[in-house]
């Protein structure tokens, strides 16, 4: 009877009969649109159609990279394929013909730290999700306004930690036999990895050591470069033993300020050059180089006795016109008055002598061939280090092709050519100038590509640039950065200053072009054609001819 039961309320529960229901429809997918393409640039070779699997790279960021900002950013890479279309967080992306892409969107919220990218084109779909770091959102607490342990108190890691006692320490390594710029303590007018490059030691220099600090990750030391000049140097840069776990600062050395005596100054001419020799007693003194369009002012610190000079280069010299120093209570300043421009110098420490070497200007036999004879030294930037474009053209394998095509119309013109690199193996940066003056090169130009630090909008700031660090280089940067916006047809983004590590020799003007941006598809792409590499090397090499055609000029 239960049984029964059961069986006729599972038959009063079952569905009437008739046909199967279905499942419902899947809801329709919006179709991407592809975003439209920044207008063409005419000087650039037309990016090439890319037929290809759709796959989504990313070349920067990286996955879980830390970003720097936290309002808009640019992202950029490959989806394979010039036939589809991209958005990232909901944003349309222009894909360009060869697949490339550049983004410049909102960073992602804190809520949500990642790039959520999808492609399609008629055939396929693809996604990918990016995760990043997002930086924290910058203390606005007036910390000095907290109540707070008052026995206590931390120590902000900006405070000097001063040295009171009297601690005379000397840079650079011990064992250098280096006499000259090769080797040099770097000092800045303050701690901190952004601060201007700004004395040039000589090592075995010694300094007084007057406090410490953390900056920019690393410690540095106060100096004083005599009573009236303070300057900082990395830590690392004093000799161990001048280092002490023991010491309740840190460091140790003589209480005695070393001597320095200076004696009469001599004027010694060769034909490429003039040298100005300075006796003294002592270690090497800290010194300080700055120029004018005339002048050359060489500052000696921490000396003594030095005598008043006015003297008259002897013959009379076409370029080189005269010296005079101005003496002070510990410091002297000699003043070399040139005919013309600075063209390059040296300084070098020698047997107690400080030999200042200026360098005259190359003659310039047919201002029609202006670089017949001379020696230019070539540097394809990179690596280590270096920028990748979207689709991986690497930095430093774009300029080594523009290197040897500038190489190339050099030696067309008669010039000899030394390159830093003909390889893809890496090349310090500080040998790069060095290997420029131990061939007595006339110029030095390193060739780079450029990308940009976070939250700078790449489509509307990218363009050639050129970068100096001396003064006497400013007229070759000056010469070559027309060159370039001729020949590349980019944005002018002038001629600059920049701490420079390769642009820092002395011995000639030395520049570095950032012709154009490898991170911007439509430029990456005419950086891999013979073309718009051609155009790059010959921009380089009508800047050389233009600059010592000049120097033709005022012979």
Partial sequence: MFACSAALAVVACAPAAGPAARPP???????????????????????????GPLKITVAYPKPDQMLTVRDSNFIFGSVGTGDAALQINGVAVPVYPNGAFMG??????????????LARNPTEAARLTLPVRI?????????????GDTLQVAQSPDTVAPIPTNVYVTLGPPSTTVSDTDRVTIARPAPGNGQEYKWFLFPGTVVKATGSQKASGDEFVRIQLDSNQVAWVLRSELQPQHISAASAT???????????????????????????????TGPPPPYLVEETDRTISLLLYGVSGAPVISMMAEPRDTYFNSISSTPEANRVRYSINLNRAPYGYLALWQ???????????????????????????????????????PTG????????EVGFKVRDMLVQRGANVVMTRTTSDAV?????????????AHAFVSIHLNAFPDGVNPFVNNGS???????????LGMATQPALLAELGLRDNGTKFQNLAVARGTWMPSILTEGAFVIMPDQEAALRTPTYQTAYATAVVRGLETYFASLAKTQ
């Fill in 351 to 389: 047997n107690g002598k400080l030999t200042f070497r200026v360098r005259r200007p190359p003659r310039i036999a047919d201002p029609a061939s202006p670089l017949r004879g001379l020696t230019i030294t070539v540097d394809p930037g990179h690596p280590p280090a270096g920028a990748t474009g």
């Fill in 250 to 280: 840190g460091f140790v050395g003589d209480s005695v300020a070393p001597v320095r005596q200076v004696g009469a100054v001599r004027l010694v001419p060769a034909p490429e050059w003039i040298d100005v020799e300075i006796p003294l």
């Fill in 25 to 51: 429809a899947p809801a329709p997918v919006p179709p991407l649109v592809p975003a439209a393409l920044p207008a063409t640039n005419p000087k650039l070779p037309p990016v090439p159609e890319v037929r």
């Fill in 428 to 440: 310090d940066l500080g040998l790069r100038p060095i290997i420029a003056r131990r061939a007595n």
């Fill in 104 to 117: 410049w969107l909102r960073v992602p919220p804190d809520s949500a730290p990642r790039y959520e990218i």
């Fill in 465 to 475: 640039l050129t970068l100096y660090f001396w003064p006497h280089s400013i007229p």
């Fill in 393 to 400: 053209l690497y930095e430093a394998d774009g300029v080594l």
């Fill in 135 to 147: 930086p924290p959102a910058p203390d606005t607490t007036h910390r000095d306004k907290v109540l």
